[in-house]
């Protein structure tokens, strides 16, 4: 699926990165010594959602949160 299409789904949530998230991403940062900002965002929304994530390299959202559901296509 092409970034545009799923963004263009009904079913995709473009989460917001306000202040508080980033403050949390940030914190979540230093805690998990990932310095992806990226990763660490993906991360933290799925925790917050409760939510699955679809990755190409799940070491990266690992390195992160180890009880994040992964799902690798």
Known sequence: MTV???LSDERTEV???DDPVARAVSLLCG???H???VDVSVAFCARQRSLNVVISDPNDL???DDALLLHVP
């Open 4 to 6: 545009v299409r799923f």
């Open 15 to 17: 989460a917001a990165l």
């Open 31 to 33: 805690r998990s010594g």
């Open 35 to 37: 310095a992806d900002l």
């Open 62 to 64: 690992r390195a992160v």
